[in-house]
């Protein structure tokens, strides 16, 4: 072979675009072959095997790392490529995944990274950093560490799954970082439990992120508390009450009257009847009048105090049961992958 044949192989395989290993291969190798294509400045070339190992299925085989490097160098060769709109949306999607990457400035020159700097001021968003299965008894917490963006107010909740806050945990400005921490319980102070939860971190009229959880609390079974009181005693006499005294004394004159003349028919009245009627039927008007409607009953009121400390007894003393068997029992929350919504709640 002539020297000039092989002069003329060695600047073929200088000027390929990239080895058939990095159009075929994993995703390692393609992002390899993509980052030479770049440092060649085949923007194109590179452009094209950065898309592919952004998308499934190599994607599936790149860490949250990788993929934020992949969007970098993509930003980059869609502005070379004069293609600003699309360098746009690659770096927003990269502030998306990771709030605070930063490109590499020994790699990247000030007119990339400014670029990637305004979109990023111009995006708020948060990424949301919790253990994917954390447990702890009653009185530990689950910890949230949250990073923006850019620094702005975020609101950040535990919702159903119907997007209702069912607590809210922090209301306030964002700097640079902030860990939020949350014991497992709604706004009431009850365990809240199920698995259609959410760490919900939103920024006003920006995008919302959403870690879905699972919470699961194993606990002794508690005691009932008694029912409500039923049994107490009217405490203030109503008409009906006045009523019955009357009556029975009335009832009993009459009685005192008829009654002898029934046992021993043909005598005559004497004025002692008459004078034991009068009595029970003055007895009755004073009952009458005495038990009137609205006048306070004492006795019954006194029954009922008696009854009412004897109920909150055995309430508390099941409070105090029921606190001390929650003390035995375990939160477990399970994290999910964020989501990211726009306003519209779909997933830009």
């Known amino acids: 072979m002539s020297v000039r044949v092989v002069a003329l192989a060695l600047l073929l395989a200088a000027h390929a675009p990239a080895p058939v290993r990095a159009q075929n291969g994993s995703a390692s190798e393609v992002m390899t072959g993509a980052v030479r294509a770049y440092r060649d400045l085949d923007f194109d070339g ?3 095997l950065l898309r592919r190992v952004l998308t499934p299925p190599l994607a599936t085989g790149l860490d949250d790392a990788d993929r934020a490097r992949a969007l970098t160098y993509l930003g980059a060769a869609e502005h070379y490529r004069e293609r600003p709109d699309s360098a746009i949306a690659v770096f927003r999607r990269l502030v998306f995944l990771a ?4 490109p590499d400035t020994l790699i990247f020159p000030p007119e990339i990274t400014r670029l990637y700097d305004a979109v990023r001021s111009s995006t708020r968003v ?3 950093r919790l253990q994917a299965d954390t447990e702890f ?8 560490w949250l990073y923006p963006s850019t620094p702005h107010d975020v609101t950040v909740a535990i919702s159903g799954e119907d997007g209702h806050a069912l607590r809210t945990l922090y209301a306030g400005p964002i700097g640079d970082s902030l860990d939020v921490r949350w014991d497992g319980r709604n706004s009431s102070g009850s365990l809240a439990t199920g698995d259609r939860l959410w760490l919900t971190v939103a920024s006003p009229g920006s995008r919302q992120v959403r870690v879905p959880l699972q919470v699961d609390v194993s606990a002794p079974d508690t005691l009932l508390h008694a029912p409500p009181l039923s049994n107490l005693l009217p405490e203030h006499a109503g008409r009906s009450t006045g009523l019955r ?3 029975g004394a009335a009832l009993l004159a009459a009685g005192a009257l008829t ?3 029934l046992v021993a028919p043909g005598e005559r009245a004497s004025g002692t009847r008459f004078a034991v009627a009068g009595a029970l039927s003055v007895s009755g008007v ?10 306070p009953l004492p006795e019954n009121a006194a029954i009922n105090q008696t009854r009412r400390d004897a109920w909150r ?7 105090r049961e029921n606190a001390e068997r929650m003390r035995a029992a375990r939160v477990r929350i399970r994290a999910g992958s964020a989501v990211v919504l726009d306003p519209l709640g779909n997933n830009p």
């Open 137 to 144: 008894s009653v009185g530990g917490k689950l910890v949230a």
């Open 313 to 319: 007894r055995q309430d508390d003393a099941v409070t």
């Open 286 to 295: 004073v009952g009458y009048l005495s038990q009137r409607a609205g006048r």
């Open 259 to 261: 009654l002898p003349s």
């Open 245 to 247: 005294s009357l009556g």
């Open 99 to 102: 709030p605070r990457h930063r």
């Open 126 to 128: 948060v990424a949301v």
């Open 46 to 48: 590179a452009a094209r």
